[in-house]
């Protein structure tokens, strides 16, 4: 399963996804994790099976998601837990996204 994050320069969330890589790995949940700038969204989406924006770039939120169209569910990190690095949690929002 891939889990991609998105932001500005796809920088800020380097440290978000190795805690999530790291809530993954303790959870035995066989995930790809990685973040990548919003300027290749068009690249990366056919690949995703979720995709996570950074509270930074949630105003670009309805574009990101007429972009992506139903190929995969789109949603914006919790501002406090992109705040805190909160792995355990952005995993489990990603997680809960794909059981919908």
Known sequence: ???YLFCNAGMSTSVLVKKMQEA???RNVDANIA???VEI?????????????????????????KTVGDKCPVEVIAMR???MINGEN????????LQK
């Open 41 to 65: 969204l068009q690249d990366k989406m056919e690949e995703a099976d979720v995709i996570l924006v950074g509270p930074q770039v949630r105003h670009m939120l309805p574009e990101i998601k």
């Open 90 to 97: 952005v995993l489990t929002t990603a997680l809960n996204l």
């Open 1 to 3: 399963m891939n889990i």
């Open 81 to 83: 837990d992109y705040g």
């Open 24 to 26: 993954a790995a303790k």
């Open 35 to 37: 973040a990548f700038s």
